[in-house]
C-alpha cells in the first residue's frame, strides 16, 4: 500500500492508498531497515537470521546471501535498524532472544544490542547487548512469546546528530511501565555503545541502558502479562521531510493470546527528546493480516529513517 501524509495547519494526519503489492525479496520477522551505499539502495529483512537485498531501488531487489557475525552467542538475531556514517562505516542494532529463559514454555525475554560493519553490511562484528529490562522474567506470562524484556524496536538519529534515539517494546515489570518506551545513546558513542545507552524515565535521561527503567510513551491498557493483552508495539519511526515531524507507526495488539491485531496505527512528535509529546495514536489500517508495518521514502536517499509527502507503506514485508 502507499502511505500519503498530508498536513493541514497545525494538525498531521496519514493517510493509505491503494498500490500494488510489493513484497520484499526474502523473508521478514521484524522492521526491515533500509539505508543507501555507494548509489545502491540496500535492505536488511530477519527471520532469526539476517539477510542482505540489494538494488536500484526499494522496487529492484535482489538478494545478496545471509550475513554472517562475527560471534553465534546472540542469535537468534533480527536486525532491526541500521545507519551509516560519513565514513562508509555501518552502525546497526538488533533483537535477540534468549533461550531457555523458561523452561518447559516457549517464552522468552528479548534484549537489544549494536553492531559494526566496514564492508557495507556482507559481514558485522557484534559491539554487545545495549538494552535490556531490570525487571525479573514472569514465566506464567500468557501473551504466548514474552516474559519480559526489551525488543521489537527501531532506531533514529536525531536532525541535530546528537543523540540515537530507540524507540522499543518493554513487555514486562510493573503494568504501569509496560509499552513503547524509549531509550537514547550519545552520537560520540556508536563506536563503544555498550553501557552507553540511556532510558527515559519520569522526566529524565539517567536510567541505565543495561536493567534501567522506563516510563512509556505509548503505556498499555492491559499488561503483556495477561492472555487479553491490549498493546501497541513494535514500533517504527522516520523523520517526515514534508510534515517536518518525526512519524512512528505501530501494530497494536487486542484482546486475546499471540497478539491478534486490532489495528496499524500513526503518531507524531516534532522533538524526540520529549518523550511525552507525541500526539494522541490515530488508526491507519484495521484488522491488519501480518505484523511489522513500516514506512520507506520513495526518492533517493530516502530510507524507513526519512520520507516525503508520499512514501511506500509495508507490512510483514
Known amino acids: 500500500m502507499l502511505c500519503a501524509l498530508a498536513a493541514s495547519g497545525l494538525a498531521q494526519r496519514a493517510e493509505l492508498r491503494p498500490a500494488e503489492q510489493l513484497d520484499m525479496p526474502t523473508r521478514v520477522d521484524s522492521n526491515s531497515p533500509a539505508f543507501w551505499l555507494d548509489g545502491q539502495f540496500h535492505l536488511i529483512t530477519s527471520d532469526g537470521t539476517p539477510f542482505l537485498n540489494q538494488g536500484t531501488n526499494q522496487f529492484l531487489l535482489g538478494s ?42 516457549g517464552l522468552t525475554v528479548p534484549q537489544i544490542g549494536a553492531l559494526v560493519s566496514y564492508n557495507g553490511g556482507r559481514t558485522f ?14 514465566c506464567q506470562a500468557q501473551n504466548g512469546f514474552f516474559a519480559g524484556g526489551h525488543g521489537d524496536f527501531s532506531v533514529i538519529l536525531d536532525r541535530e546528530r546528537g543523540y540515537f534515539y530507540f524507540l522499543f517494546g518493554n513487555y514486562g515489570g510493573d503494568p504501569s511501565s509496560q509499552g513503547i518506551a524509549m531509550a537514547r545513546m550519545a552520537f560520540e558513542d556508536r563506536v563503544a555503545p555498550a553501557g552507553a545507552v540511556w532510558k527515559y524515565y519520569q522526566g529524565d535521561w539517567g536510567e541505565p541502558g543495561l536493567g534501567g527503567r522506563v516510563t512509556p510513551s505509548f503505556p498499555v491498557l492491559v499488561g503483556w502479562q495477561r492472555a487479553d493483552t491490549n498493546a501497541f508495539w513494535g514500533p517504527s519511526v522516520h523523520w517526515n521531510t514534508y510534515l517536518e515531524s518525526y512519524v512512528v507507526v505501530m501494530s497494536h495488539a487486542c484482546c486475546r493470546p499471540r497478539w491478534p491485531q486490532e489495528g496499524v496505527y500513526v503518531s ?16 491507519i489500517l484495521d484488522q491488519p493480516h501480518g505484523y511489522y508495518p513500516q514506512v520507506i521514502g520513495t526518492g533517493r536517499g530516502e530510507t524507513d529513517r526519512r520520507a516525503g509527502r508520499v512514501a511506500r507503506f509495508y507490512l510483514h514485508g
Open 125 to 138: 562484528r557484534d559491539l554487545g547487548v545495549v538494552l535490556t529490562s531490570g525487571d525479573v522474567e514472569y
Open 64 to 105: 545478496v546471501g545471509g550475513i554472517p557475525v562475527d560471534r553465534s552467542d546472540h542469535f537468534p538475531m533480527w536486525i532491526e535498524a541500521a545507519w551509516v556514517d560519513t565514513d562508509r562505516t555501518l552502525y546497526a542494532w538488533y533483537h535477540h532472544e534468549p533461550s531457555g529463559v523458561c523452561p518447559g514454555t
Open 268 to 283: 507524531f512528535n516534532p522533538d524526540l527528546s520529549d518523550p511525552e509529546g507525541w500526539t494522541m495514536p490515530q488508526k
